[in-house]
């Protein structure tokens, strides 16, 4: 869906397959450094796994679209893999829906697309908060990306914030929470604030579980295109948009 303006030198064919490589690269020359720190600390076990995460995306995700295509030899251990993941996880190969009826299609697997849908003001953004959200942030510390085209980005997060504290959402918009709970949640609210600030300085080079809260960037164009900036910035697991 990019349009490329002409360009007399090489097709677009061409700029696409530079820009592979380039990615490629750029994710080798990373990855090389993290492999020499761990075998600096002889943790040759978190060497090792680097180095088959490092594989495994090369092969996924740069050198070959394997979302669009799959050969034979690739889709027999991808088949194999799977199998072991179900019987490992109960049946789920992703991470789990908030309702047990749900699982029944193997969880929220990597690469799919679910949509909810339902006329104007039946709850959509409150189950897909759920679902996309907060069940993934708080069960499988996933980071979270909530694209939000309806609503400020301080509305999406009071909404969040008070689903996360388990508050009645109605006391928290009309100012009536009790002064008990209004004062447990401060302290567990800045708790978790510490508990955040603490992770991102303990794994800056790697990923850790957190929610962004966005609206598409009109000078990014406030489509799609500014939807795959965030997501190439923020690198998360779920993406929701509302």
Request: glycine content about 6%; proline content about 5%.
């Amino acid at each position: 869906n990019y349009v490329i303006e002409t360009c007399p030198e090489e097709t677009a064919e061409e700029l696409l397959k530079d820009l592979s490589e380039s990615r490629a690269k750029a994710l080798i020359q990373s990855g090389i450094v993290a492999l020499d720190e761990h075998l600096r600390l002889h943790d040759l076990d978190k060497a090792i796994t680097h180095l088959n995460a490092l594989v495994r995306d090369l092969g996924e995700n740069l050198l070959r679209p394997s979302h669009q295509s799959c050969d034979l030899v690739d889709a027999i251990p991808t088949f194999m893999e799977n199998i072991d993941r179900v019987s490992a996880g109960g049946g789920l190969v992703g991470m789990p829906y908030p309702w047990e009826p749900l699982n029944c299609t193997g969880g929220m697997e990597p690469g799919t697309l679910t949509i909810v849908y339902a006329p104007a003001k039946n709850g959509k953004t409150w189950i897909g908060l759920e679902i996309g959200c907060i069940h993934p942030f708080e069960v499988a510390n996933a980071r979270v990306l909530v694209v939000s085209n309806e609503m400020p980005v301080r509305q999406i997060w009071r909404r969040i914030l008070a689903r996360i504290r388990r508050l009645d959402y109605s006391d928290v918009v009309q100012g009536s929470l009790p002064l008990d709970a209004r004062d447990e949640s401060f302290d567990m609210l800045t708790q978790m604030q510490e508990d955040q600030l603490l992770s991102m300085r303990q794994e800056m080079a790697h990923s850790y579980r957190d929610i962004r809260v966005c609206r598409p960037s009109l000078s990014e164009g406030g489509g799609v295109n500014a939807v795959k900036n965030e997501i190439d910035r923020f690198k998360p697991d779920v993406v929701l948009v509302d």
